[in-house]
């Protein structure tokens, strides 16, 4: 397999500075070399010579990664959370979130993320979620600005009250099938008992 080592080179450079080494002497007597060999670390970087073995594997511990993704492989740090991310197309923080609470103590939380997730309504959720956050950004809360001016002469208003109204709509919108799903997940299954034992509420 040809790699591409000026990719490689730029991998190793992010994750440098990512783990808080802004000097290449750093870096490089973190990898035993001396402050002096920064002139290796910056050949790495450029892509004009690929590390040796050796020296891959010792950024693999301190990257906390595997050697496929400094070798530009995949795009996430291990082979199994590139997988999950492309089958699901979520990020890696988002991926990454999730496995910080299934290791804290309120791995729990997870039974009921499931649930919430496997609900009829979720894709709806979702939707109007999705929906809800791009009119914001584009400032089109549902109608066109004539539709409102239109709105707003019949109601005898101004075009804002008209935006303010259909922005708290949507909301409601949200906020009424957020808790429809998790009335039916409390009510469906264990996982109140189960928010009673992280929460010692028992």
Request: proline letters at 0%; one cysteine or more; hydrophobic letters at 35%.
């Amino acid at each position: 397999m040809k790699y591409n080592t000026k990719a490689i080179g730029k991998r190793i450079r992010g994750e440098r500075i990512a783990a808080g080494f802004k000097t290449q002497g750093q870096f490089a007597e973190k990898m035993n070399y001396s402050f002096e060999s920064r002139q290796t670390v910056a050949r790495w970087e450029s892509g004009k010579v690929l590390p040796c073995l050796d020296d891959l594997l010792k950024m693999c511990e301190i990257f906390n990664c595997e050697l496929g993704y400094l070798l530009c492989e995949y795009d996430c740090k291990t082979r199994t959370s590139t997988d999950i991310c492309e089958a699901i197309n979520i990020s890696e923080e988002a991926l990454e979130n999730l496995m910080k609470i299934k290791s804290s103590n309120f791995k729990e939380i997870l039974h009921t993320f499931s649930k919430i997730i496997e609900h009829e309504k979720f894709f709806e959720l979702l939707c109007a979620i999705h929906c809800h956050i791009a009119q914001i950004k584009h400032g089109n809360i549902n109608l066109n600005n004539e539709s409102c001016q239109n709105i707003a002469k019949y109601m005898n208003c101004n075009d804002s009250d008209v935006k303010k109204y259909l922005d708290s709509s949507a909301k409601f919108m949200i906020q009424q099938t957020l808790m429809k799903i998790i009335d039916d997940t409390i009510h469906g299954n264990n996982t109140k008992k189960a928010m009673r034992k992280i929460f010692r509420m028992d």
